[in-house]
């Protein structure tokens, strides 16, 4: 009897378990439809910048060198300053080119007088050759002897305007107005016209040039992408550089490309471009690391999705695409580059559409959807192209799995 009576209480807990899992069940109230938020997808053209890597350039770079041998006297100049076109610099040992000067004029001399007599020496034998007083051989002796003197004396001279020169190289000035480096050469130093002869550099300051890279596989894809019509490049390739610090604010003053080397570096695959900018300021240095953003390129008839509605799925991107019952259907997108907070989507969106924004990732194909305003944080950025940086960039696959 005990067993019996311990059968039935344990089937009459189990009964009242189950009761009470039926009524909990019972009384769970039914899922609500997913709140989410939507955008129209529409075409239009959008203004597209470029970013590279890029390095200051001086648009003139001197070097400062002695061009003759001698002892350096006196630096002129502070270090690290500016400098302006025709200031001396350097001053060389002057004496012995002085002297050098002085025997050269002498020497003119010398070969000037030879010349006076070997003229008058000419003009007496003349008209005594001419009345048979002398033979000819006379005659052409002293006519020799008088076109010996005058080169001589053009010889003479040279030998003169070249002292003049080597002396002149002893005062070493600036050929232009920029920065100034350090003395290679310190006060006293024998320096020679040779390798060794560097004593400084000036960098002209404006304009200053910068410089970056474009690779091939970049400029193949742009043309391809010119031809499919879905980029534009400004007429006469007019773009306009913005130069951006290495702290993030950017150069007061535009620039505009100058020069593209028509060939391609053996070396890294990629050709130059250089744009130069106004810096009446002196505030670009030469060497700086700084980011050139290309402007004046477009995309036509652009679609731009922002980068919360599009998800990683296992092979390919995708969207939630909503109809007109408000029902979600998975499409598979192809992506461009991003575009601030956006991104491109080059292939598998109509004008017209409805895209899900925000709640894309907890969205179920064919369940009915919510469509709620969208917040107002996200107002901006639910419009194509609004709410970000215009740059472009190529995307890691930060967005959310399916």
Known sequence: MSRNRLGLAIAGLAALALCAACHKAATLPAAGAIEVTVMPVTQRDTPVDFEYTAQTQSSREVEIRARVDGFLDKRLYTEGQLVHAGQTLFQMDAKPFDAALQTARGQLAQQQARLTVAKANLARVIPLAAQNALSQKDLDDATGNEKQAEAAVIAAQGQVQTAQLNLSYTTIKSPLTGLSSFARQQDGSFVTASASGLLTYVYQLDPMWVNFSVSENEL?????EITAGRLRFPANDDFEVTV???????????????????????ETGTFLVRASFANEKGQLRPGQFVRARVSGASRPKAILVPQRAVLQGAKSHFVWVVDNDSKAHQRVVEVGEWHGDDWFITDGLQPGERVVVDGAIRVAADVPLKIVAAPAAHAAANVPGGGGSSSTGHPSDTTAAQ
């Open 244 to 266: 951006i610090m290495a702290d993030g604010t950017e150069f007061p003053n535009h620039g505009h490309i100058s020069f593209a080397n028509p060939a391609f570096s053996t």
């Open 220 to 224: 193949l894809k742009f043309r391809e």
